[in-house]
């Protein structure tokens, strides 16, 4: 069973430029989600995708975007980069969503700088 | 607004001896907690969880804690082992919905020989 992936590991770019970065869930998991964790700090919720459907949204400006597809593996876009934007962006993916509690599993994460 | 805490953002205890992580939370939505451990350069990986209509939960050494009236709730590790070292991230969920994980800001466990 292959566990969550992220590419790249990690990434400079510059204020204004915009990033795009991947996630392979966990085989036969339906959901991911995306969190940022600045320094020093806890993951904060990016959004959800459930079956390729935005499922739920944290508090991001909407130049945070997503995509899921239909093997489940998803992306997260950044447009107009700003330097607070520097953070690990992690990807967890999960079974399904609802009244029952589904475990995130957590890849790696993408370390992102802006410079 | 900081709806879960994790007020000590260090802790060092001495191996074998009792490990106690403590996480405080303000919203009464919540109704599903979890532990995550961290190591450097890894994702988080999940330890144990309670459900709220519990007040403790055991898995081997581990034990979670939850006292609902006092919206607390902590991380006994028992005995304390060198490997137990790493950042430990108390997180809650609302059920339903997206279950985002909301988490408090890491507390990190060195545990000395």
């Known amino acids: 069973e292959t566990g969550v992936t992220q590419s790249p590991t990690h990434l400079i770019k510059t204020r204004g430029q915009q990033v795009t970065l991947r996630c392979s869930s966990q085989s036969g998991h339906n959901t991911v989600s995306w969190y940022q964790q600045a320094l020093g700090q806890g993951p904060q919720f990016i959004f959800q995708y459930y079956r390729e459907e935005e499922n739920g949204r944290g508090n991001f400006p909407p130049r945070f975007s997503g995509l899921q597809f239909p093997n489940y593996s998803s992306e997260l876009n950044v447009n107009a980069l700003e330097l607070d934007d520097s953070a690990l962006y992690l990807c967890?993916?999960?079974?399904?969503?609802?009244?029952?509690?589904?475990?995130?599993?957590f890849g790696p994460g993408t370390r992102l700088t802006v410079l | 607004d900081q709806q879960v805490k994790q007020n000590s953002p260090s802790l060092s205890v001495q191996e074998g001896r009792i490990s106690i992580l403590n996480c405080d939370y303000t919203?009464?939505?919540?109704?599903?907690f979890l532990w995550y451990k961290k190591y450097p350069a890894e994702g988080p990986t999940f330890l144990i969880s309670?459900?709220?209509?519990?007040d403790k939960n055991e898995d081997g050494r581990f034990t979670v804690f939850l006292n609902k009236s006092a919206k607390h709730l902590s991380l006994h590790i028992v005995p304390s082992q060198p490997g137990d070292s790493a950042v430990y991230f108390c997180?809650?969920?609302?059920?339903?919905?997206?279950?985002?994980?909301?988490f408090g800001q890491g507390t990190r466990l060195t545990i000395n020989p």
């Open positions: 919203n009464s939505m919540f109704d599903y």
């Open positions: 997180a809650a969920s609302a059920l339903g919905g997206a279950q985002k994980l909301v």
């Open positions: 309670i459900s709220s209509i519990k």
């Open positions: 967890a993916s999960s079974l399904g969503a609802g009244e029952a509690y589904n475990e995130q599993f």
